[in-house]
């Protein structure tokens, strides 16, 4: 059985890209503020931009805004996505914006209607509630989660910034204990649970040290991270502390710039060729 990060990672090598395109069909976006609209706005990004998506990343918050009918273009969005993934022979994942968290039936539920009603491929998730709030997401290793851990809103460190008590430092970053981060426990945890490769973390690309400290937690987890772009996150900042030494293991989301591109597949084609420049300059050692 194939893994929700193996699945990534074939994708990523298909396209030579690790751009993730945000769905967001905010009603100030649209010609009219209807669902109809809302699944063509989103249509025509799929179509301009499947060629370099590593992944797309749907925001259920802007379907669901839209009732019955939001909810039901949502679906359409990810059929059409599964149709671009035919044409062009290469299977692109999506990603559930959801950021659901809670427990039991209740989690098992969320589970089914993001897997198995909508299509998604991976969801993203409040990790909060503790490991047993994830286990109906990460039960079948051929779905994945992304769990929030550093996120790039303002009110972020109101708690992921709170420390806890001193901690053995880990491999690789020297002797003795610190004090750590609540985010970069988050990340330790989740390197721990990736028992069925299927775990990534949510770590905005606007905070490079960050994103430093977490890859120091989480060697091996793909990052899912927003902030380049609208947010002013600098891109090849962000890459040099966050990519893997494989030269994957992160997804740059990219929403409101390339949805407001006068030519959104020529702006898509282009971060990713941005990426590509930065890493063979990372790779040669230049700047």
């Known amino acids: 059985m194939e893994s929700f990060a193996t699945f990534l990672e074939k994708r ?7 751009v993730c395109i945000g769905l967001d069909p905010h009603p100030d976006d649209l010609p009219v503020p209807t669902a109809a609209s809302a699944l063509d706005f989103c249509l025509r990004l799929v179509k301009q931009t499947a060629p370099y998506a590593a992944a797309f990343k749907p925001n259920a918050a802007f379907f669901e805004f839209f009732g019955p009918e939001g909810w039901t273009a949502l679906k359409q969005v990810i059929v059409a996505i599964q149709a671009e993934s035919d044409r062009l022979g290469s299977r692109i994942p999506v990603i559930l914006d959801a950021k659901r968290g809670d427990i039991a039936s209740t989690a098992e539920a969320y589970a089914r209607s993001a897997f198995e009603h909508l299509g ?21 290793a051929e779905k994945g989660v992304f769990l929030l851990c550093k996120t790039s809103n303002p009110g972020a460190g109101d708690l992921q910034d709170l420390t806890l008590t001193p901690t053995p430092l880990p491999a690789g970053e020297g002797q003795g204990v610190r004090a750590i981060y609540l985010y970069e426990h988050v990340a330790h945890l989740a390197q721990t649970w990736n028992t069925g490769d299927n775990i990534g973390l949510v770590v905005g690309a606007t905070q490079p040290e960050a994103l430093t400290r ?15 772009g609208a947010q002013s ?53 230049s700047r």
Do not use: Q
């Open 214 to 228: 977490v890859r120091a937690a989480a060697p091996d987890l793909w990052f899912l991270s927003p902030g380049v």
């Open 12 to 18: 990523v090598d298909d396209c030579s890209s690790l």
């Open 233 to 285: 996150g600098d891109l090849e900042t962000a890459l040099r502390a966050g990519l893997r030494a494989d030269g994957k293991g992160m997804l740059i989301n990219v929403s409101r710039s390339i949805a407001r591109a006068e030519n959104p597949g020529l702006a898509a084609a282009e971060l990713r060729d941005e990426i590509i420049a930065i890493k063979y300059r990372m790779d040669h050692g």
């Open 120 to 140: 998604a491929h991976a969801i993203t998730l409040n990790p909060y509630l503790g490991k047993d709030s994830l286990e109906p997401f990460i039960r079948n």
